[in-house]
């Protein structure tokens, strides 16, 4: 079998993003150094985090701890965080990098990212850190007159200013690109976006990739985080024990995550899984060296139904912004 990448080589800098990287949502702050610490050991070079999950302090902590011990070197890693809504204007978004970096104990990220194309009213970290959805007392979202043209201007000084090395989008879609790449000085490195076998966006990725800029899938077992969190996540059938991918798993020997995980990387698309378990954390970042046959893509390719669990309109937000 050829040699199979594990990375993607970036535009612009040529940085090696690993194509297997660790999902830091939903791991509570007072977990997070063990947890991170834990997925470094188990081999994870690439860390997602974003100061909206509220635990970068935690994060940090496992990092430097890993880092402290001699497991691995800084530059051996790629951190990535994102951008919170409430900081798009023009001068918060240093500052925004900044607490992040002061939070994690780190000099730079590897990646930065807008987390959402949605500029929120800025609210003062001294006040709340982070931001909401909405602020504090209202029932619907404050709109911020920030254009994202602006807000990526300031990205791109976080670029000279060596605390990114590369910048990227979440959640964008292809209308938000394209406008973007009419006037970015440094095209987006990457772009975030919910997939799986349940949401494939097969036209946005491959246009995406097309440009050069490459595609990262968050949330790869559909459902599997969705279910506490809305109607959609719990009645969804889930995708680790749908019987085509339990199928294809006993037959190739592998189990269900990573069945769904190396669909995605055959797709030139890296994966962040998130896991709490040892044992999950290892396997997930296991899966190269092998390949799905073509007519088991092909299969998975037929659960595509269009089922987005991120939509900010399930978790009742008046803000259809996939529409
Ligand atoms: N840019 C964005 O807007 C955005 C949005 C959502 C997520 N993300 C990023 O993407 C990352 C991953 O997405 P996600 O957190 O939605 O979830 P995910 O990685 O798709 O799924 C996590 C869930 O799957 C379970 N799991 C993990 N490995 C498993 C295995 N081998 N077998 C069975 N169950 C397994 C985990 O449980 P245990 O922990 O108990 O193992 C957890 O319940 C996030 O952590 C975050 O970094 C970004």
């Known amino acids: 079998m ?3 990448q594990t990375h993607i080589e970036l535009n612009r800098t040529g ?25 470094i050991k188990a081999g994870y070079r690439l860390i997602d985090g974003a100061a909206v999950y509220e635990n970068e ?3 940090g902590r496992g990092i430097n701890k890993a880092i402290k011990e001699g497991i691995v070197k800084r530059e051996d890693l790629f951190v990535v965080t994102k951008l919170w809504n409430t900081y798009h204007q023009k001068d918060h978004v240093r500052p925004a990098i900044d607490r992040s970096l002061k939070d994690m104990g780190l000099d730079y990220v ?3 990212l807008i987390h959402f194309p949605v500029p929120t009213k800025y609210v003062d970290p001294a006040v709340k850190y982070p931001g909401g959805w909405i602020e504090e007392g209202k029932e619907t979202i404050s709109y911020e007159r920030s254009p994202i043209h602006v807000c990526w201007a300031e990205m791109e000084k976080l670029v000279d200013a060596k605390v990114a090395r590369n910048i990227g989008v979440s959640n ?21 976006v919910e997939l799986h076998p349940y949401l494939q966006q097969k036209r946005l990725v491959e246009w995406v990739q097309k440009q050069g800029v490459a595609v990262t899938a968050y949330s790869s077992f559909g459902p599997a985080s969705y279910v506490t969190m809305s109607d959609e996540g719990k009645t969804a059938k ?8 339990q199928d294809i798993a006993s037959r190739t020997g592998k189990s269900p995550a990573q069945v769904l995980l190396r669909w995605s990387v055959q797709r030139n698309v890296a994966v962040i899984p998130k896991s709490m378990h ?17 007519k088991d893509v092909d299969a998975i390719n037929k659960l595509e139904m269009g089922a987005r669990f991120n939509d900010t309109v399930t978790y009742g937000l008046d803000l259809p912004l996939f529409d």
């Open 278 to 294: 040892q044992e999950r954390m290892k396997t997930n970042l296991d899966i190269f060296g092998w390949t799905l046959d073509q």
């Open 57 to 59: 302090v935690g994060v």
């Open 172 to 192: 964008f879609n292809v209308m938000a690109l394209l406008d973007l790449f009419t006037y970015c000085r440094y095209k987006p490195a990457t772009l975030q």
């Open 110 to 112: 590897d990646l930065y």
């Open 2 to 4: 050829a040699q199979q």
């Open 15 to 39: 940085d090696k993003m690993p194509l297997v990287g660790f999902g830091c949502w939903k791991i509570d702050d007072s977990d997070c150094e063990d947890t991170i610490y834990n997925a």
């Open 238 to 245: 889930p995708l680790l024990s749908h019987e085509l991918v």
